[in-house]
């Protein structure tokens, strides 16, 4: 799998074919984006004269070939269309190729890059946790159906085909954080393409460049999020990406880890270390060039009960303007660890404390906005939640 190269944005596009992806491929061109189409770097890795092609040949023989030496894609397709080993095997060809393209074209790329990578089966094989942010085009299946016959003259039966062959829009939806609908005009989709990439985008690149972290100063309820979920599961596994091949566990914690109860439009994680020391350096870094940059300074939790001494951690935000993130590194079995489990699995369980928790959370919210006053504020609260949260723990057998 591809992975993140120094502080370059990447970003994966992708979408089912008829959905415009080309148009806003060349539209964030236009903006100033460096494009690296996938589809183009297949057929590089497999022209005339090249290793792929020989490979191709090896595995499929000769009759793969036109009456120039050049790969016949339409006889390659009847042989692989409906032969899942055999498409595995050309898969097998070309894909590692093409990541190994993908990874010097990147390099290549100016430090102040936003590299925008088009891959027509980014869902489908996988891709996503290694860009920094992915852009799904989505457009209704009739739309697409005709733009295929006017476009590409297409059949209907045709087209039907090629669009039952790809990811279906829940799975690409599964992996987008940005969906761009494209079933108006040209000129509505343009609009659309700017603003991501004026909003979002360009600051998104300069914030991970500059390991820079987006905060909220001001606190502002958002109502229950049932995407809040979804969005955890993309970034923890962007995160899993980031560090691999460290195997470290990873738990979405506080509000939004709490079906109906508000929160702040903040998702926060909790990464599990052996050791802060591990916390430091390389995963670090790591982290940052995946879009989680350290903040600066000494970060701790408030005890439970208070009096007990600091519970020290390492605090990264997000460097993505539109998603502002909180992760938490604790060691394992840490009692400030231990704690953010056990607060999240009691609201869960426990409707009358959840109540009460968004009771208290709505009345801060409004009398002390400030982020600093409002985590103050909650203390008393936290303070006698604590023992109610080991109790049920001790009755129900809970452990984290």
Do not use: C
Request: aromatic fraction near 4%.
């Amino acid at each position: 799998m591809i992975g993140l190269t120094g502080a370059v944005l990447r970003v994966g596009l992708t979408g089912g074919i008829g959905s415009g992806k080309s148009a806003v491929a060349a539209r964030l061109v236009e903006r100033g984006a460096v494009l690296i189409d996938a589809d183009q770097l297949a057929r590089e890795v497999v022209a005339p004269g090249t290793e792929g092609l020989a490979e191709v040949v090896a595995t499929f023989s000769d009759r793969v070939l036109d009456a120039d030496g050049a790969l016949d894609r339409a006889a390659l397709g009847d042989l692989v269309f409906a032969d899942e080993p055999a498409r595995r095997r050309l898969e097998a060809i070309i894909h590692g190729r093409v990541r190994a393209r993908t990874v010097e074209l990147t390099a290549a790329a100016s430090p102040d890059a936003v590299v925008v990578n088009d891959v027509p089966l980014l869902a489908e094989v996988g891709l996503a946790p290694a860009y920094h942010l992915v852009v799904v085009v989505q457009t209704g299946v009739h739309i697409r159906l005709a733009r295929l016959a006017r476009d590409r003259g297409m059949s209907r039966a045709e087209a039907q085909r090629r669009i039952a062959a790809q990811a279906d829009d829940a799975r690409r939806a599964a992996v987008a954080d940005v969906l761009l609908t494209n079933e108006g005009t040209l000129d509505e989709l343009h609009e659309s393409v700017d603003a991501l990439w004026r909003d979002r985008l360009v600051p998104f690149e300069t914030n991970v460049r500059h390991r820079r972290a987006v905060r909220l100063h001001q606190v502002r309820l958002a109502d229950p999020d049932p995407t809040w979920p979804r969005q955890y599961a993309r970034l923890a596994d962007r995160i899993r990406h980031a560090i691999a091949p460290a195997d470290l566990r990873i738990d979405h914690i506080g509000s939004t880890a709490v079906a109906g109860l508000a929160a702040k439009d903040v998702i926060d994680i909790q990464l599990s270390v052996p050791s802060l020391a591990e916390a430091d350096g390389v995963l670090a870094e790591r982290l940052a060039d995946a879009g989680f940059p350290r903040l600066p300074g000494e970060w701790w939790d408030s005890p439970r009960p208070a009096g007990s001494g600091q519970w020290a951690k390492r605090l990264h935000g997000s460097a993505d303007p539109a998603r502002p993130v909180h992760l938490h590194v604790r060691v394992t079995g840490s009692p400030g660890w231990r704690y953010a489990l056990l607060m999240r699995d009691h609201l869960r369980a426990d409707p009358d404390q959840r109540a009460a928790y968004l009771v208290l959370k709505r009345e801060l919210a409004a009398s002390a906005p400030d982020s600093g006053a409002y985590a103050t504020a909650k203390d008393p609260w936290f303070d006698e939640e604590h023992l109610r949260a080991e109790e049920w723990a001790a009755r129900t057998g809970w452990h984290p």
